[in-house]
């Protein structure tokens, strides 16, 4: 993978100027390499990795399993597609095992959710089975721990 | 009066007490009483252990691994030592005879120069260098022989600057490549070089490779046991503590002939009776395992390596590139400050620490040390405060 592409994954807001220098370009070459991975679609987007459990929101996820029947032209890809652009959907992901969609799902509540997949998903042509399960807690996501460990300060000069 | 026992002091032996307190220590001291520094002073990775490897240690624990283990170590990890090292630099050795599990490079070093030296033999040492060679091999009764290595080298040591400090009592030449504190590496024509004196001269090599893995711009490691003649007259030393990020376990090795490395041995069954025994278990996790982590780890390290030394470029400190280990050794002189005056009125002005390269020889004068093994974050702060401090001072200057 490009390092540029690294050093974006580990941090979007890194500046133009300092990427240039770790990469040893020059600051207009990056801008460009930038815009470039934008238009190719490369870069889908820039987030910020938030501990959702620090903040006030009426707001629950759950994961989904879902079974579809393959087309016979396509496979799952037209179904998965349709189901993606549930605004409810933040991802989905087809999948080896017993399930061929994995689907985490947002909603304000336990009953939105439910109501999600009783009157949307279920009921779509080609939607056999599915088995939802609800997040307590988040641990890690994104690479990212939801917990500082314990900093181990180290010796403030060594050899 | 000198060796009197009247007093506490006197009951020390002379040879340790006339050995130089490090001069690190001495910085040391004055930065800890120093609040909110942010520190490039810190020879040892910002990066925790991988956690497959502390898993591992913790697990050995669990599983009684609380025992003594033979003297050279666990037969495992030197079996995984003969992989790794055999693989990644090409030199095979036995792991029944050959290899011996220390407590970090450190005691390696110290096993190796008093097992190698007989009282006042000369041991050559490159400077600026770390800060143990000179004085373990005082500890061991022999006389190091700093050899400068020049700025305009590169920091690299030089054949002709060796010859002219070789005589009928030199034995051991140590060498440490890729270099603390200069970050010089050593490209495959510099270590033939080194090799062809060594064998011409027949010295004894103890090679410190505890930087192997932190080579950078695509440059591999070139490994001195590995050139021709030099596997006979070598010890390698080598250790997890950098490239593994696991500075706190104290776990390194020492691969070398069988009679250098039983000598060696020797010294560690009385003194040591063996490395610590979950800590071996983590090591050997660290050879089985985390190859990604320890690959990214070291692309992160090049990354502010570029980002440090175009900084310091731009504040007018030059700085040849380094090829290896995770330092910087910019020439300060351009500002009429010795280094130790630089190193202190940064740290008492902005708050941030480098080492004075003098603490590393007389070699050094005139260079300070950075560590980028920092996070991106502090380092960017350190720049920004380096940048009003060197402004200032040539603000005074002109």
């Excluded at chain 1, 009783?118 to 042509?125: G, N, P, R, V, Y």
């Excluded at chain 1, 807690?137 to 990212?144: A, C, F, M, P, R």
């Excluded at chain 2, 030197?78 to 029944?96: H, K, L, Q």
């Excluded at chain 2, 060594?198 to 930087?211: K, P």
């Amino acid at each position: 993978m490009d390092h540029l592409l690294k050093l974006l994954q580990a941090n979007a807001r890194e500046s133009d100027a300092t990427l240039a220098k770790m990469l040893s370009l020059g600051e207009e070459e990056v801008a460009a390499r930038i815009r470039a991975y934008e238009q190719e679609g490369v870069i889908r987007g820039y987030r910020a990795v938030l501990n959702e459990d620090l903040v006030e929101q009426d707001r629950v996820e759950a994961v989904i399993e879902v079974k579809l029947t393959p087309e016979r032209e396509g496979g799952f890809d037209r179904l998965a597609l349709r189901v993606s652009r549930f605004p409810e959907v933040t991802a989905a992901f087809l999948m080896s095992g017993q399930a061929d969609l994995m689907l985490f799902v947002q909603g304000a509540s336990l009953k939105d959710v439910a109501s999600f997949v009783s009157e949307k998903l279920a009921t779509i042509q080609g939607v056999t089975a599915t088995s939802t399960a609800f997040r307590l807690k988040t641990y890690k996501n994104h690479g990212l721990l939801m917990e500082s460990p314990d900093a181990y300060a180290r010796l403030k000069v060594t050899p | 009066m000198p060796g009197s026992r009247s007093r506490p002091e006197g009951r020390v032996a002379r040879h340790v007490r006339e050995a130089p307190r490090s001069g690190i220590r001495a910085f040391f001291d004055l930065v800890s009483a120093t609040p909110d520094v942010i520190s490039l002073g810190i020879g040892e990775p910002d990066f925790d252990t991988p956690w497959s490897i502390r898993e591992a240690a913790v697990y050995a624990l669990e599983h009684g691994a609380t025992h003594y283990s033979a003297n050279a170590g666990l037969p495992k990890l030197r079996r995984a030592i003969a992989g790794y090292v055999g693989r990644t630099f090409g030199v095979a050795y036995d792991p029944e005879s050959e290899i011996l599990v220390t407590a970090g490079v450190s005691q390696g070093l110290d096993l190796a120069v008093r097992a190698l030296l007989d009282p006042g033999d000369e041991a050559l040492y490159p400077e600026p260098s770390y800060v143990a060679y000179g004085p373990l091999v005082a500890f061991a009764h022999g006389r190091p022989v700093a050899v400068p290595a020049r700025a305009e080298a590169g920091f690299r040591i030089e054949p002709e600057a060796l010859a002219a400090r070789t005589n009928a009592r030199t034995r051991l030449l140590l060498l440490n490549y890729p270099n603390n504190p200069t970050g010089a590496a050593l490209p495959r024509p510099a270590a033939e070089a080194l090799a062809a004196f060594a064998c011409a001269r027949d010295l004894t090599v103890v090679s410190d490779e505890i930087y192997a893995e932190l080579t950078y711009d695509g440059e591999p490691h070139t490994c001195l046991a590995a050139l021709p003649g030099m596997r006979e007259r070598t010890v390698l030393l080598h250790g997890f503590s950098k490239s593994w990020a696991m500075t706190g376990f104290r776990i390194g090795y020492a691969c070398g002939p069988a009679p250098m490395i039983a000598a060696m041995t020797k010294i560690h069954q009385y003194s040591m009776l063996c490395a610590a025994t979950p800590v071996q278990e983590a090591a050997a996790a660290a050879l089985a395992g985390p190859g990604a982590e320890v690959a990214a780890m070291r692309e992160a390290y090049e990354a502010r390596r570029n980002y440090a030394r175009s900084a310091l470029a731009d504040l007018g400190l030059p700085c040849s590139r380094p090829g290896g280990a995770f330092y910087l050794f910019p020439k300060i002189e351009g500002l009429g400050l010795t280094a130790s005056a630089f190193a202190v009125g940064l740290l008492e002005e902005e708050r941030v620490a480098v080492i004075p390269g003098d603490a590393f020889g007389a070699a050094g004068a005139g260079h300070v040390r950075c560590s980028f093994a920092t996070g991106l974050d502090e380092l960017k702060e350190a720049m920004a405060r380096i940048a009003r401090f060197v402004g200032r001072r040539r603000a005074a200057g002109s």
